[in-house]
């Protein structure tokens, strides 16, 4: 499965961006997705996570209300809607896909990792 982030960019305090995910697999509707995200010098943290039929997310305490993840089994794309965005969201974003729905906060249980796009959040 290859995984290609995309809608990074350079916004403003309190702007909103939708950040898009793409699959090239037969079986999307077989993977759980999530996102996170890693600024510098810091650790690869869990933003947001979907099951495989969109019926259940988990979200990080420090995105919960403002982002919004949602999936198109159709299209086989994932995406995070951002919104009221601080300058603590800035980092580059990636995406990732899990075989199971086990722990999904956990970058660990992810099989398949997207390159990345970045989030810069400007004051």
């Known amino acids: 499965v290859q995984l290609q982030a995309s809608g990074g960019g350079l916004v403003q305090v309190g702007d909103s961006l939708k950040l898009s995910c793409a699959a090239s697999?037969?079986?999307?509707?077989?993977?759980?997705l999530g996102w996170f995200r890693q600024s510098p010098g810091k650790d690869r943290l869990f933003v947001a996570a979907?099951?495989?039929?969109?019926?259940?997310?988990w979200y990080a305490d420090a995105v919960r209300g403002r982002f919004t993840i949602s999936r198109e089994n159709a299209k086989n794309a994932v995406y995070l809607q951002m919104n009221s965005l601080k300058s603590e969201d800035t980092a580059v974003y990636y995406c990732?896909?899990?075989?199971?729905?086990?722990?999904?906060?956990?970058?660990?249980?992810?099989?398949?990792w997207g390159q990345g796009t970045q989030v810069t959040v400007s004051s």
């Open positions: 990732a896909a899990q075989t199971s729905d086990y722990a999904p906060w956990s970058e660990n249980e992810y099989d398949y």
């Open positions: 697999t037969r079986t999307f509707g077989n993977y759980g």
């Open positions: 979907i099951n495989w039929s969109g019926d259940k997310t």
